[in-house]
């Protein structure tokens, strides 16, 4: 049986995400209710992404749909979790620069600063080194993260700024992987079910 990983599919990067992990054999399921999150008998996914956004939105939509304290419940309960970009903002701790009214889940232990990367990487592509090897990624008004806590691990640096953090089973990155088709993240996190990926490279779908 190949892994479940539910994509949050409020808004945004939705279904780049889902076209990786399908890739890399895993099931998708996309999160919109509380019942496609956890059943009478349960979680019913093995992990879960938040993809990129409006962190905003997304939050006002979280509450909206009921989701915002079951996904909260779940994630600090050990659902592996990968957020890319505002996914990354809905994880932190401590979020710099909100919008008016936003929350965060407050499940990875950093701070963040919304748009840090701002209109000047609009649209750029680069390649990062992580614990992962070089990574091919794309930076979108991409937050950074300003402080990380105890126990949380860097998992890339661009131009002198921590883009991505993880501590535990939950990862947090500034920038996309799923719009160049780099599965590493992507690979890791379905390992991270006990199930390993197919491990094949994504030509990529999506040009930027
Ligand atoms: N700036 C957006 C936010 O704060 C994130 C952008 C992105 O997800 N590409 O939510």
């Keep these: 049986m190949p892994p479940t990983v539910g994509v949050l599919g409020l808004q945004g990067g939705v279904r780049e995400h889902r076209e990786l992990l399908e890739h890399l054999g895993a099931r998708v399921t996309l999160v919109r209710a509380p019942s496609d999150l ?20 997304i939050d006002k939509l979280l509450r909206l749909f009921d989701l915002f304290e079951p996904l909260r419940v779940a994630i600090a309960g050990g659902l592996p979790t990968l957020g890319t970009c505002a996914g990354l903002v809905l994880l932190a701790r401590e979020v710099v620069d909100p919008a008016p009214g ?24 680069t390649t990062l080194a992580t614990p992962l090897g070089a990574v091919r990624v794309a ?9 990380l806590g105890p126990g949380v691990d860097v998992v890339g640096t661009h131009a002198g700024r921590v883009v991505g953090a993880r501590a535990g089973g939950v990862t947090g990155l500034s920038f996309h992987p799923e719009l160049t088709g780099e599965p590493a993240f992507h690979s890791e996190l379905i390992s991270a079910t006990g199930i390993p990926p197919r491990g094949r490279r994504l030509v990529p779908q999506v040009r930027i």
């Design 38 to 57: 956890a059943g009478p008998d349960g979680l019913r996914v093995d992990a879960l992404v938040l993809p990129g956004g409006e962190s905003s939105t």
């Design 102 to 125: 936003q929350r965060s889940l407050q499940v990875l232990d950093v701070t963040v600063q919304r748009n840090a990367l701002g209109p000047q990487v609009d649209s750029a592509e």
């Design 139 to 147: 930076f979108i008004r991409a937050p950074i993260v300003t402080r």
